[in-house]
């Protein structure tokens, strides 16, 4: 130890240094150039500064704007740390409604996905006898298709092959139409697949920029995501007179309208919908495929919510099937891709990040660019994919999951059936809100009338109304939602999701 001291270099007195320094300033850093910052470094620019900034930042991310985790969320984050200080409040806990979060309100995991997962997660629960065998077996079969029989090894970036072979059997059962694991890309989330699609549309500068066809209201990844990119957003508002129908003369404004200032060249449709909760009619579908044809239209279709329909009446259609079900010339050059997820549905698992898209008639130079995107992200989380092959291939009648598995998925939609039902009641019995009915998805889209005192004081902080609203709503009660003018909205109106 004495001999490594001696090896550190001497240090002189604060007074020494400096003399030690020709022309040194007093007070300055020594090797500072004489007028610098303290701990600057010198260069051609002078005083060396942070690269980032706000001055510096990029300006699509400035652009980027996503309502569900806003400002509100964060009061809410800031009202919970203060409950868990002590801090009084009309409230004891703050409920989290602004995001489709289902387990984190309360619901349950299905227990045959969670056992197939934790077997790939722990293989020594395989030899644990009260786990079931079909659950062991599924498993057994995921693990086979892991580099190493190991989930935290990378897969293929496309996905586990097994897992798209298992989704592409699900489609053909849904759908009664060939499917091929080879159009099908498992992704972080349906979100995930949705950006990487999107930026495989976008280009463009001035009237040549790719216009994006989006419902009004929609979800804010849509913006969000296009805003990033540089695309222009060309909002088609949905009818909510009418139920939040999309109708055709609302695409055909929204067409019109772009061509002034960018070439519309994608057509985004959320069936179920989210936030409006509507569920489209196979009319509907069909004029939506129409239009894109007619207009020649890329037609991204979100169906994460297909298993969340309540309404009676109301059927979930496959944009996929609909489509092949019109034939030529239709299920042969409209180009699709659609997209699901297993945050939503019966399953509820969002913290997995499982999902993914299906592409049909896409150009085959076109599909291998996209596989090439994929790739420079690895590959989607494995355990999140293990989860997807459980779920496109669950229990089936006979084996020993069979009956838990149907009971829980049972359930567990029965009871969003009847908390949308309840929902809409009970909205329509508070004044000053009107709520059209939920048929489906995870979420109510009420409009309200607020008095023109609420609009003044709305203005005076500078709030939209609904924002004024939600922020009002949050402080006296703790319930955290969001405000419609985060989604879109037709002008003069004002709503919450």
């Given amino acids: 130890m004495r001999a490594l001291r001696r090896l550190r270099p001497r240090r002189l007195p604060a007074g020494r240094a400096m003399a030690a320094v020709p022309g040194a300033v007093p007070g300055a850093v020594p090797g500072s150039v004489p007028g610098s910052v303290p701990g600057s470094v010198p260069g051609a620019g002078g005083v060396r500064g942070p690269v980032l900034t706000p001055d510096t930042l990029s300006p699509a991310v400035r652009r980027v704007q996503y309502a569900v985790r806003g400002p509100i969320v964060t009061r809410a984050l800031q009202l919970e740390r203060e409950l868990r200080q002590g801090v009084p409040k009309p409230f004891t806990e703050v409920i989290k409604a602004n995001v489709g979060d289902a387990q984190a309100m309360g619901q349950r995991p299905i227990t045959f996905l969670r056992q197939v997962t934790a077997l790939c997660l722990y293989p020594e629960l395989l030899e644990d006898p009260n786990i079931p065998e079909d659950a062991k077996g599924r498993a057994r079969w995921l693990l086979a298709a892991c580099e190493g029989q190991s989930a935290g090894s990378y897969s293929a970036s496309p996905g586990l092959d097994p897992v798209r072979q298992a989704v592409a059997r699900f489609l053909q059962r849904r759908d009664g139409v060939p499917s091929d ?45 296009i805003a990033e990119l540089g695309a222009a957003q ?125 592409v049909v008639n896409m150009d085959p130079e076109v599909k291998q660019q996209l596989a090439k995107l994929v790739s420079v992200r690895l590959c989607p989380p494995v355990p999140g994919q293990i989860l997807l092959g459980a779920l496109m291939d669950p229990p089936q009648p006979g084996e020993p999951s069979y009956e838990r598995f149907m009971a829980e998925k049972r359930a567990v939609l029965g009871a969003l059936a009847h908390k949308a039902q309840l929902t809409e009641q009970i909205l329509n019995r508070t004044p000053g809100i009107h709520c059209n009915p ?24 500078g709030h939209p109304p609904d924002m004024f609203f939600c922020l009002r709503l949050l402080e006296a009660t703790g319930i955290c939602l969001v405000p419609g003018s985060g989604f879109g909205q037709r002008q003069g109106t004002a709503h919450f999701r």
């Fill in 181 to 225: 694991p080879g159009d099908i890309f498992l992704a972080t989330g349906a979100s995930d697949a949705i950006v990487s699609i999107l930026k495989l549309l976008v280009g463009g500068e001035g009237r040549g920029r790719t216009g994006v066809l989006v419902p009004i209201p929609q979800y804010p990844l849509y913006s969000a995501t």
């Fill in 438 to 461: 939920v048929q489906g998805a995870m979420y109510a889209f009420p409009r309200i009338h607020l008095p023109p005192r609420a609009i003044a004081a709305a203005q005076e902080q």
């Fill in 234 to 358: 060309l909002g088609y508002e949905l009818a909510e007179e009418r139920g939040w129908a999309l109708e055709r003369g609302a695409l055909r404004q929204a067409v019109t309208e772009g061509r002034g200032h960018c070439t519309p060249r994608v057509l985004c449709v959320i069936n179920p919908g989210n936030p409006t909760g509507q569920v489209q009619t196979r009319e509907c579908i069909e004029d939506v495929i129409k239009f894109a044809y007619e207009e020649q239209l890329f037609l991204m279709a979100d169906e994460v919510y297909q298993d969340n329909v309540y309404a009676e009446g109301s059927t979930f259609h496959s944009f996929k099937k609909v489509l092949f079900e019109m034939g030529p010339p239709y299920s042969e050059v409209v180009e699709l891709a659609s997209f699901h997820s297993v945050s939503k549905g019966f399953m509820g698992e969002c913290g997995f990040r499982s999902g993914f898209v299906e």
